[in-house]
């Protein structure tokens, strides 16, 4: 093999090399939730894999407005247009809990409270089309109402519609009886423990990182409740 | 009958000394790696997504393998001119026809095989079972129309990608349908035309949306008579495709 070539080869990898170097990492990432596909349309971009192409769209909004250095999550994220991406994957693969985990647990605790509320109202949207599937996010949309938003009105229309809706008779009692459960004067703390502490006997939590998440999230609460507590 | 086991026993040994066997470990390596590595960031459902994920890239990945080396086989074998001399042998072309396919079928049943063992790290056997077994359906069946393809056209490019657009357009035709069916669509002499020209092809088409789903590992098994018309719909299309093979093979002047 001629020396030139090899040469050549070195130094056009180390040009490569260094043009990769010297360009700006894309660490941040875009604030601009675009528009959503249809369901349709994710479906025929899964090439038929709706329950691959729907967590893959959960994972792409999930990045979404969520960096390190943001003091607010998700405070210029588009909530209107945030649900129509959770409504298209949602319709996509109607049996994934990720959009509902996500609208619940996630983007309903927003600080601002009418960003909070369009996500509420998503999950009991979703809720009303499968109830016997859907009442624990719905459950978790009902202590945020209360602990939250401190609105007792949106509270008890979401409690009462567990106990209306579902028809499953392995719901848990403590579900049915969420509206008596929103009345009582119990913080939030308590009342994430009760509902937290029944899902997982129920063994409802089967996922890992689903169960690493809540302890985490139920750590936090512990914190924020200790601190309030000692001022 | 014993010819063509000769004849797909070459088959087998010309797919092992390929190189597809390393070809096939290599895929279900980076699928295990990037379904692990993606559900990384998940924060619930992680088994399921790389299940999910994992089996959907296996199904790709082996109907891609299947496609190319059935198409590189026997346009290889056009081109040396050996298709023609084993056309010249005492042997009718139907039971030549029929070995190569059968040949290529136990290929596409070990890679189904080799494919679905990674997914009982996610799921139950059961589950496992009727993805692989349905797997395996589909890819003779890919088998079939890659086999027939490179006949037909005898050239390698064209065959793999005839046999990959009818495999893409068949998978994604159901969908296609409930775009076309939408009620928001204007219903003039145009939409219509186009929506019974879509209905019409999906009749001639394989139910390839029905078949190997994902579904089955993340949401539990089928009924079993479902099940049976899956697997009846792709043999029975496997067989119209060898049909259409043998008889493009005999009225060649070859």
Redesign the interface.
Known sequence: MPVWLAAAFAALLAAQIASHGLQPSTGAVANDLPPPPKS?AL??A???????IA??A??YI??FDLRSDNPTPYQRLDYGRLVEWLEAILDTDP????PL??AAR?YAENPDPAKSRIALEFVYRAYLKAPNARWPWLAHAALVAKHRLKDLALARRYAAAIDRHTTDPNVPSWARQMEIFILEDMNELEAAKVMLGGLLASGRIT????AR?LKERLEALEQRTAAAASR | MRPTLILAGNILLEARRSGLPWLALACVAAAIVLAAFVSQVALTESLQLQSALAAALLRACAAFLVMVTVASSTVREIADKGFDLMLSLPLSRAVQYIGRWIGHALCAALVALLFSLPLLLWNAPGAVLHWGLSLAFELALIAALALFFSIALAQHLPAVAASAGFYLLARMLATIQSIAGTPLVDTNWAQRAARWTIDAIAFLLPRLDAATRTDWLLYGTPPAADYVAVLGGLALYTVLLLAAGLIDLHRRNL
């Open positions: 349709t479906r025929l899964g090439l038929g894999e709706d329950a691959a967590r893959l959960m994972l999930q990045a049996r994934s809990a990720y985990f996500s996630i996922d890992p990182a689903e998440f």
